[in-house]
């Protein structure tokens, strides 16, 4: 099935989603990757207030490039980076925030798969090396945060976006993990080739 979402989506519209699903997101994506995750985790335990509600967004895991033109920010790449770096994170950012989509690429583990089971998320695939089509669906960018704090590729970008996709859904809100399954498919395939 395909799904056009705007965010932020509620519970029922996740749980709709299957593993090989596709779907497109129309709303606000923040870019987060390991040391942003590990900082709003830091920072939540401390009680500090955050930037914005993670809740209402969808994370993407990304080190853009950008520059500034004429007093705004501007994105010029922005592909996804290896989810697998967030799997010592997702679940517990999924956990306090109650983030519904992550969006990556290389698929990730069993601790994320059960985050999304029990707190109805999804995880969502983007292609590598599209990172000019994803420039594509970003309309502008809304807010950056923890820039000083972190760099360029690190920080919070909070993003406009407009039919952002295709995402392919590799972990539903069951724990269903299509990644895992691939990967258990092949070593199986692998055991029975004679060298």
């Known amino acids: 099935m395909e799904y056009r979402l705007n965010l932020p989506v509620e519970k029922e519209e996740i749980e709709k989603i299957r593993a090989g699903d596709i779907i497109y997101i129309t709303g606000t994506v923040v870019t987060a990757r390991d040391e942003a995750h590990k900082m709003a985790i830091e920072k939540h335990e401390r009680g500090e207030e955050l930037p914005l509600n993670f809740s209402e967004v969808a994370i993407y895991h990304c080190g853009p490039i950008v520059k500034k033109e004429n007093e705004e920010w501007k994105i010029v790449a922005a ?5 697998s770096r967030m799997e010592l994170f997702e679940y517990e950012f999924i956990k306090r925030f109650g983030t519904k ?3 990556g690429k290389g698929g990730m583990g069993a601790k994320t798969a059960d985050a999304c089971r ?6 969502t695939a983007f292609t590598g ?6 420039v594509n669906s970003i309309k502008k960018v809304k807010n ?7 760099g360029m590729p690190e920080a919070l970008w909070v993003l406009e976006v407009e039919n952002f996709g295709p995402l392919t859904v590799t972990i539903d809100a069951y724990g269903r993990n299509l990644t895992e399954e691939v990967k258990n498919r092949a070593r199986k395939i692998a055991e029975k080739i004679e060298f």
Do not use: N
């Open 118 to 123: 029990k707190f109805k998320s999804v995880y």
């Open 144 to 150: 950056v945060f923890w820039l000083e704090e972190l």
């Open 101 to 103: 989509i992550i969006i």
């Open 129 to 134: 090396g599209a990172a000019v089509l994803a």
């Open 79 to 83: 592909g996804p980076t290896t989810s």
